[in-house]
């Protein structure tokens, strides 16, 4: 069974940075690297939302409209492990980030940006 664990998250003012790490076990380095992963976020209003994917290898990312440019999604996959580089961070992205791994989920690490 997949397990995801998230850690990173935190209280930063606006305009700074923050860097989420999610490590992966319970699956091979090999079905890590092969498959695709993705960053979520959810407020108290809304449903876990797409923030970033990683495709497989990552070879290519996708993310959000709202956090283009400033978000960074990677991976290492010899320490199955993804990461989420938040850069310019306002209020808006104060959220739990997850990590999705096909239908496993982490616990969450909470974001808070203060004005």
């Known amino acids: 069974q997949v397990q995801l664990v998230e850690s990173g998250g935190g209280l930063v003012q606006a305009g700074g940075s923050l860097r989420l790490s999610c490590v992966a076990s319970g699956l091979p380095v090999f079905a890590f690297a092969a498959n695709s992963m993705s960053w979520y976020g959810r407020t108290p209003e809304n449903e876990r939302e797409l923030v970033a994917t990683s495709g497989s290898f990552g070879a290519s990312a996708i993310y959000a409209d709202a956090v283009k440019e400033r978000f960074i999604i990677s991976r290492d996959n010899s320490k199955k492990t993804l990461y989420l580089q938040m850069n310019s961070l306002n209020p808006d992205d104060t959220a739990v980030y997850y990590c999705?791994?096909?239908?496993?989920w982490g616990q969450g690490t909470q974001v808070t940006v203060s004005s």
């Open positions: 999705g791994f096909g239908e496993s």
